[in-house]
């Protein structure tokens, strides 16, 4: 079932959150902005079906990315469910500074 994360009362501007941004300016780059949104939303919507971040093991849940594979186990495996936070503000935002971008290059 999915699970979605009221978090937008409270914007915080992680280090996830900053792929978040930085992932979708570039895929808006290269893309446009729907495929970035588009890939972002379905990113988010695979997060609601994962088990949330605070269940994962102590080694995993505290992984940075200098420990690469517990990082990544921490990434990929583990999350805070459909975060609405992400899916409106950095997906949305880097979607559109993107497509902005993409657009001044082109002129």
Known sequence: ???INKD????QFTEANA???LAS?????FFGFWVAWG???LWEIGDGFKPWYWQAP????NARPKQFWNWLKKEFCYSDKFSLQD???WDLLGAFSGAIFRMM???
């Open 8 to 11: 937008l009362d409270k914007p």
């Open 58 to 61: 102590p080694h995993i849940r």
């Open 25 to 29: 300016f570039a895929l808006a780059l």
């Open 87 to 89: 899916w409106l503000i």
């Open 105 to 107: 290059l082109s002129v």
């Open 39 to 41: 890939v972002g939303t």
């Open 1 to 3: 079932m999915l699970r």
């Open 19 to 21: 792929f978040h941004f």
